[in-house]
């Protein structure tokens, strides 16, 4: 295997680091933030950034119990109020385009708890997810490296 030492160009981190600063703040719940974050990581196997924002979701108050049940969001309806499911439903749709487009079924729904300037943030912060978990999933960064 290759050393993969540098993870980006700093012009290019920067850049990924203020679209994900400029959406989180947008989004103006960072609890909603991190557990947004948090699935798309899970959803695209990136130890790093679960490691990461995992630390970052305790240090904003999300329970335990989001964190334990968050893979099962689905199941868990007594765990994630509905402006939370429409965005990890949005999340999931956004990570995932497998099987096409984000169906209207889940656009409209979040867009029903999110206005139009924080929906705009949430699909910021989930393309800014998606962009840093392909980074250090491709460059096979392991856990541990993040200090709050």
């Given at each position: 295997m290759t050393t993969r030492t540098r993870l980006l160009d700093p012009a290019?981190?920067?850049?990924?680091?203020?679209?994900?600063a400029t959406a989180k703040k947008g989004l103006g719940d960072p609890a909603l933030a991190e557990l947004v974050v948090i699935r798309a990581s899970q959803l695209n196997h990136c130890a790093f950034c679960l490691d990461m924002h995992l630390?970052?979701?305790?240090?904003?108050?999300?329970?335990?119990?989001?964190?334990?049940?968050?893979?099962?969001?689905?199941?868990?309806e007594e765990v994630f109020d509905e402006r939370e499911?429409?965005?990890?439903?949005?999340?999931e749709a956004v990570t995932v385009l497998?099987?096409?487009?984000?169906?209207d079924e889940v656009y409209d729904n979040a867009a029903k708890h999110f206005d139009e300037t924080r929906l705009a943030h949430?699909?910021?912060l989930v393309v800014a997810?998606?962009?840093?978990?392909?980074?250090m999933v491709g460059r096979r960064i392991p856990p541990g490296g993040y200090t709050p």
């Amino acid at each position: 295997m290759t050393t993969r030492t540098r993870l980006l160009d700093p012009a290019v981190a920067r850049a990924m680091s203020a679209l994900s600063a400029t959406a989180k703040k947008g989004l103006g719940d960072p609890a909603l933030a991190e557990l947004v974050v948090i699935r798309a990581s899970q959803l695209n196997h990136c130890a790093f950034c679960l490691d990461m924002h995992l630390a970052l979701a305790r240090a904003s108050g999300v329970s335990e119990r989001q964190l334990d049940l968050l893979a099962a969001w689905e199941e868990a309806e007594e765990v994630f109020d509905e402006r939370e499911r429409a965005a990890l439903a949005l999340t999931e749709a956004v990570t995932v385009l497998t099987e096409g487009f984000v169906p209207d079924e889940v656009y409209d729904n979040a867009a029903k708890h999110f206005d139009e300037t924080r929906l705009a943030h949430l699909i910021g912060l989930v393309v800014a997810i998606n962009n840093w978990n392909r980074v250090m999933v491709g460059r096979r960064i392991p856990p541990g490296g993040y200090t709050p």
